[in-house]
């Protein structure tokens, strides 16, 4: 089995683990220190601890993923790290009583048009943080080459969002994009959606966070405690 399968399988192993038609309820997931990677032009490194999919919510669940690496390297490749992540289709994706351990978690990709994607605490379309706690110091997202892109969540909701009651901290937390038109967006305690977005009653700490890209062309954006 050549490497990206190998990635790949690691990824659907970890999800399947804790997910259940969409669901994770109730329980524990520990995988730290955990390692996943893809070499060859065009790989695909996933890695997935305490995901869920389809209309999908975390409730009273805790995800120990302190460590975790995730790495894909070269042209073209892309890592995608998800921790304690919940996506969906429609009005009922949630992570509700929720720890999120992801200190020093990194995810990184290498080479030209190489693609990072980190998500920490994250729930997106129609969502909800409810009494969450993210712990992310230290996280780093890395994607280096031409035309490189780098995106780093921390405990974001997109949607018909609402983060509450959520301590989310990244003191530390980086994200970068080196060569010539990468592009690096860093997205800290942040909701995005249609309408009716609202930060209410949290705290958000991100003391130290760094967003970077480097070379000519190049563009980043930093969103720390935003509602857009």
Not at 45 to 51: L, V
Not at 61 to 69: E, H, Q, S
Not at 115 to 139: E, S
Not at 203 to 220: K, L
Request: no cysteine.
């Amino acid at each position: 089995m050549n490497p990206s399968k190998i990635s790949l399988a690691v990824s659907l192993i970890l999800a399947a683990s804790g997910a259940m038609a969409g669901e994770i309820i109730m329980s524990s997931i520990s995988a730290d220190n955990t390692r996943n990677e893809a070499m060859a032009s065009q790989s695909d490194a996933r890695q997935s601890i305490g995901m869920a999919d389809g209309n999908a919510r975390l409730f009273n669940t805790t995800v120990f993923a302190t460590g975790a690496r995730n790495l894909a390297k070269g042209e073209g490749s892309k890592a995608t790290q998800n921790i304690g992540f919940a996506r969906g289709s429609g009005f009922q994706t949630v992570l509700a009583t929720v720890e999120v351990h992801a200190q020093g978690a990194t995810n990184t990709a290498r080479g030209p048009r190489s693609t990072a994607d980190q998500d920490i605490g994250v729930a997106k379309d129609g969502a909800v943080l409810k009494n969450v706690n993210v712990h992310a110091q230290g996280a780093r997202n890395d994607a280096g080459g031409s035309e490189s892109v780098a995106r780093q969540q921390i405990g974001m909701a997109t949607g018909l969002t609402k983060i509450q009651y959520t301590n989310i901290t990244a003191n530390g937390a980086s994200n970068s994009a080196g060569g010539a038109k990468a592009t690096a967006v860093q997205q800290i305690g942040v909701v995005g959606g249609h309408f009716s977005n609202q930060i209410d009653n949290s705290n958000i700490t991100a003391n130290n966070a760094i967003n970077a890209a480097g070379g000519s062309g190049s563009n980043a954006e930093q969103r720390i405690g935003a509602v857009r």
